[in-house]
Structure formats: C-alpha cells, structure tokens
C-alpha cells in the first residue's frame, strides 16, 4: 500500500521551476496537516513547507520563503509544492509527508513518501 506518493521531480537550471505532487491514499490523507522536508546529500532531512488541513496556516522556511509554494486539493487528497527560481542549493530529495499538525518538526508526521528527486544545475 503506497501511503503518499511523490511525483514531479527531475533535474532543471538555475532559475527554472518545478511542480511537486504529492498523492496521499485514504488513510493518509485524513490527516490535519500535509508538509514537504528534503534531504541534501550529506545533510539532515530539512523542513520545507507546510499547511493544515483546511489550507489556513502555512509555514515555510527560511530558505524557500518567497519562491515556493504549498497548496492543497482535499478533494484530491493531494498536495503540491511550486517551487519557482531554483537554485543548486535547493537540490535534494523531497520527501512529503501526512500528519496531525502544521508544524516544522518531523514529529509530527506518521506517514513518509519515498521521495522524489529534484536537481537543480548552475
């Protein structure tokens, strides 16, 4: 059973966007609050955005303040992350994620995607 699937990663320039997908089954999906965190090589799985379950409360980092962007379709049970004026930092494996609170800790999250990988070059 796929809990959360993550689609539309891939490898863009600098500058470029991409759009995140992230599919929750049932289960996952009634969760409150849905997020997305990525994992850079070598580095510690990172906070990225988040938003609850009726879309009134998102939270970003610092770092994608100002070019990403959470959203929801609860009809969908589905989330998405655009993510727009990509730099090479912003390269990791994204990773969402379904759980009670709209919160930056991963703690409170019960269910992890696989990930999908994002690139991005100079």
């Known amino acids: 059973q796929v809990l959360l699937s993550e689609s539309g990663g891939g490898l863009v320039q600098a500058g470029g966007s991409l759009r995140l997908s992230c599919a929750a089954s049932e289960r996952a999906g009634t969760k409150n609050a849905m997020g997305w965190f990525r994992q850079a090589p070598g580095k510690e799985r990172e906070f990225v955005a988040t938003i609850s379950r009726s879309g ?3 939270y970003y ?3 994608v303040k100002g070019r990403f962007i ?3 379709d609860n009809a969908k049970n589905t ?3 655009q993510m727009n004026n990509l730099q090479p930092d912003d390269t990791a ?3 969402c994620a379904a759980g009670g609170v ?6 409170h999250y019960n269910y992890w995607g696989r990930g999908t990988q994002v690139t991005v070059s100079s």
């Open 93 to 95: 494996v994204y990773i």
């Open 56 to 58: 009134g409360n998102i």
């Open 79 to 81: 989330v998405y992350l």
């Open 102 to 107: 709209a919160a930056s800790s991963p703690r």
């Open 70 to 72: 959470i959203s929801r």
């Open 61 to 63: 980092s610092d770092s």
